[in-house]
């Protein structure tokens, strides 16, 4: 062994991962590739997918103005399901991008491109976490079971998106608040304009924080020909994103004026402050933005989380207002 060979509980861990995560420093040895495809090692898309279903389980719980025991285990099963399906859908992203993922220094330490798991195993592993998320959703009422099978789409194209269009993004936005649809039905058992509105919201906040993701990337990407809004918008970006906060901010304030209860003044304040608090912290990462810095792009990217959890903290106190 060499004095700059890896030691046990760092060998092939992927560069932005979480330093001293679960994965590579308590998973067994041989499920640590596989756990690295579902990005386990990096929670943060986890918590990205998870919070619009919550936004929509809560909203609709204000809404409906009818919690009940299910509600717990639709809050539960979009946590266990949100994991299982950004796991299948990361996987998948990698099976479609080993070829570009080798030439992006960033990416290039992911379990494809660094040979721990071939594509087939990958597409193996994609499938199997899909079936054990199917047998979730088939718990869920029959509107949501629907949407749920018809999220498959948007998650299977968007590994293509930035091959074709500068808005991949978009495509991102559409899958990742999916839930945000799916959870309001399998609450209600129908879809409504509320939740159509905090879909549209979340698409917004996607475009935000994924802008800034992907200035990580845009030399990487303009070398080897891969679109993204990072690269479309450029040194203008920070003008866009104020246009996304603000979009976030309107349209699931308008969500939550059209959910709250007619005649219960607290449950409306309550539901316009979580826009608001959202917002607030969206302009704190924007005031801390800096594009040249990957570090703290980084930083600002994985900050969503918080923002993402403030609306689910003000629809939960309208609940038992």
Not at 90 to 119: E, K, L, M, Y
Request: proline share 6%; glycine share 8%.
């Amino acid at each position: 062994m060499t004095g700059t060979q890896q030691t046990p509980d760092t060998a092939g861990q992927v560069s932005d991962a979480v330093k001293g995560n679960w994965v590579d420093t308590l998973a067994p040895r041989w499920t640590r590739p596989y756990l690295r495809l579902s990005r386990a090692d990096r929670p943060i898309g986890t918590w990205l997918l998870l919070l619009p279903c919550w936004w929509g389980l809560t909203l609709a719980m204000v809404a409906h103005g009818d919690p009940s025991w299910f509600d717990a285990w639709i809050f539960a099963g979009c946590g266990i399901g949100a994991f299982l399906m950004r796991g299948a859908g990361c996987t998948w992203n990698d099976i479609t991008d080993r070829h570009i993922d080798g030439r992006v220094a960033r990416t290039a330490s992911r379990p494809i491109p660094s040979g721990q798991v071939t594509a087939r195993q990958a597409l193996a592993w994609a499938v199997t976490q899909s079936l054990v998320a199917f047998a979730i959703l088939v718990t869920f009422p029959p509107a949501a079971i629907a949407l749920g099978v018809l999220s498959l789409a948007p998650v299977a194209i968007y590994p293509f998106a930035k091959r074709f269009t500068w808005w991949p993004q978009i495509f991102l936005g559409i899958a990742f608040n999916w839930g945000a649809l799916l959870a309001w039905t399998a609450h209600t058992g129908r879809l409504e304009l509320p939740a159509v509105l905090l879909y549209v919201a979340g698409m917004a906040w996607t475009l935000f924080y994924d802008t800034i993701y992907a200035h990580q990337d845009t030399e990487d990407d303009a070398l080897i020909g891969v679109k993204s809004t990072a690269r479309l918008f450029g040194e203008d970006s920070p003008r866009w994103l104020a246009l996304f906060l603000v979009a976030t901010v309107t349209l699931m304030g308008a969500a939550a004026i059209y959910a709250a209860p007619a005649g219960e003044p607290l449950k409306l304040a309550l539901l316009i402050l979580a826009p608001w608090a959202m917002g607030w912290h969206m302009l704190w990462q924007l005031r801390r933005l800096k594009l040249d810095d990957n570090q703290r792009l980084l930083q600002l990217f994985r900050a969503n989380r918080d923002a993402g959890l403030l609306p689910v903290l003000f629809f939960a106190a309208a609940i038992i207002a």
